[in-house]
T-cell receptor, first 112, second 115 residues
């Protein structure tokens, strides 16, 4: 079945630095979503990417969908303590109905 | 309410007991998903409803797991003869659209501990 891999599993970042987390699917996707889950909380939607090569920005967050629609990335600039949490990508394969498969997540810790 | 509501928030069950977890989606949302999230892991898909129709139940781990949404609104996830490996947070999410959903709105989850 479809696999969604995220790397790195853990990210320790100094406050003010940038980092990138990556999401890779074994199959071609119709779209991909990103969610953030704070410690003790539930996943909260950040963005959805649909088009090949699409890039979307939300303040310090930049999301990209790969040209082959099999991978995606999230880049955060000038990391703040409020960025602490786990970032999940959620992938919807083409011709696979509405099933949304989550990756294992990247757990982000910020050192002040 | 304005968001997805799940109950109970916490449930402790003895091995072998049956449990029922309830999800109240956002009013008018067509799609409803159940996910299982083990500690430190990503949410694992269990099942999906479009209105009252259960369109995908490929993620249910065994025939001990059963989900229903009889009137296309509230949904119940039932686990029979609970086992220790069933311990996890069970997340419910709803989405406005039907065929291909957009944003999922998650509830706070029901944390199940099986002793």
């Amino acid at each position: 079945g479809q696999q969604v891999m995220q790397i790195p599993q853990y990210q320790h970042v100094q406050e003010g630095e940038d980092f990138t987390t990556y999401c890779n699917s074994s199959t071609t996707l119709s779209n991909i979503q990103w969610y953030k889950q704070r410690p003790g909380g539930h996943p909260v939607f950040l963005i959805q990417l649909v088009k090949s090569g699409e890039v979307k920005k939300q303040k310090r967050l930049t999301f990209q969908f790969g040209e082959a629609k099999k991978n995606s990335s999230l880049h955060i600039t000038a990391t703040q303590t409020t960025d602490v949490g786990t970032y999940f990508c959620a992938a919807r394969p083409q011709a696979a109905g509405n099933k949304l498969t989550f990756g294992g997540g990247t757990r982000v810790l910020v050192k002040p | 309410g304005a968001g997805v509501s799940q109950s109970p928030r916490y449930k402790v069950a003895k091995r072998g007991q049956d449990v029922a977890l309830r999800c109240d989606p956002i009013s008018g949302h067509v799609s409803l998903f159940w996910y299982q999230q083990a500690l430190g892991q990503g949410p694992e898909f269990l099942t999906y409803f479009q209105n009252e129709a259960q369109l995908d139940k490929s993620g249910l781990p065994s025939d001990r797991f059963f989900a229903e949404r009889p009137e296309g609104s509230v949904s119940t996830l039932k686990i029979q003869r609970t086992q220790q490996e069933d311990s996890a947070v069970y997340l419910c999410a709803s989405s406005l659209q039907g065929v291909i959903t957009g944003e999922l709105f998650f509830g706070e989850g029901s944390r199940l501990t099986v002793l």
